[in-house]
């Protein structure tokens, strides 16, 4: 008499592998990350044309503080809203094809499938978004260099720092935006609220009571940003610090998520 068959058990790395595979086979994961480094290396090309003017025409103050490292960084501004939407859309383009309830049936411990998640948008951007700042930090000095103004080496003190800081405060950004497409289930809903964090409240953070300037300090697009920079800002003057408050932040939504995702009967 045969043995019963048995049931493979499903692990962590049967799951993660499984996420992997979903995420490479999206065609819009490959756009997206194509067109984060286009976008990325257009916008640095356009900003940095005019450097050269901008640098002669400074005042001795201004060239005293120019920061060619930060110029050539300025992309992750557009950056991470593109980023943004590969991390929202590993969650959300499975609810919008109700492939969620399958993923649940072959995952029923959805803090794995949550984590698996997680695991590989962050990988998929950290690889990405490091790449990107490595290129256009390289591109920005190249063009900084033919226009004959102060220009940056990776070997330069703070230099490399702030471009690895870059693909940091970009792979956190795509964490914030994996819970927030896991909390509101929809990319529209998700997307909106990115776009407010990352851009709407630091436009209007001039308008926050005295008590509420803190916040700011660790606010993407704010203080968490000056990390992309090396020359002081003393508004910020510990940029590390402010980037590791934003972390923190990041990890409580994600939190909040993963008590959601439990929650939730799909």
């Not at 976008?39 to 201004?62: D, F, P």
């Not at 800081?165 to 956190?172: E, N, P, T, V």
């Not at 497409?181 to 630091?202: D, E, H, K, Q, W």
Request: charged share 10%.
């Amino acid at each position: 008499m045969s043995a019963p068959a048995t049931t493979p058990r499903v692990t962590f790395a049967h799951t993660l592998h499984a996420e992997w595979i979903k995420l490479r086979s999206l065609r819009s994961t490959w756009y997206t990350v194509g067109g984060l480094m286009v976008v990325g290396l257009g916008i640095t090309a356009l900003s940095m044309s005019s450097a050269g003017q901008e640098y002669r025409s400074a005042t001795a103050a201004e060239r005293a503080d120019w920061d060619p490292t930060s110029l050539s960084l300025t992309a992750y501004l557009v950056a991470q809203l593109i980023i943004g939407v590969l991390g929202i859309l590993v969650v959300t383009s499975e609810y919008a094809t109700g492939l969620m309830q399958t993923s649940l049936a072959a995952t029923p411990r959805r803090h794995r499938l949550l984590a698996a998640k997680v695991v590989v948008a962050t990988a998929t951007v950290m690889v990405a978004g490091q790449a990107l700042m490595f290129a256009v930090f390289l591109l920005g000095q190249a063009l900084l260099a033919g226009q004959d103004v102060p220009s940056a080496r990776l070997g330069d003190p703070g230099v490399l720092s702030a471009v690895a800081g870059g693909g940091l405060y970009l792979s956190a950004i795509a964490l914030l935006a994996v819970a927030l497409g896991t909390i509101m289930r929809a990319t529209a809903g998700a997307l909106a609220t990115l776009v407010g964090i990352v851009f709407l409240i630091p436009a209007f953070g001039g308008l926050f009571p005295s008590s509420l300037e803190g916040i700011l300090a660790i606010w993407p697009s704010q203080g968490a940003a000056v990390v992309l920079t090396t020359v002081p800002d003393p508004q910020y003057p510990h940029p590390w610090l402010n980037l590791g408050g934003m972390c923190l932040g990041v990890a409580a939504v994600l939190a909040a998520a993963f008590v959601v995702f439990r929650r939730r009967d799909v």
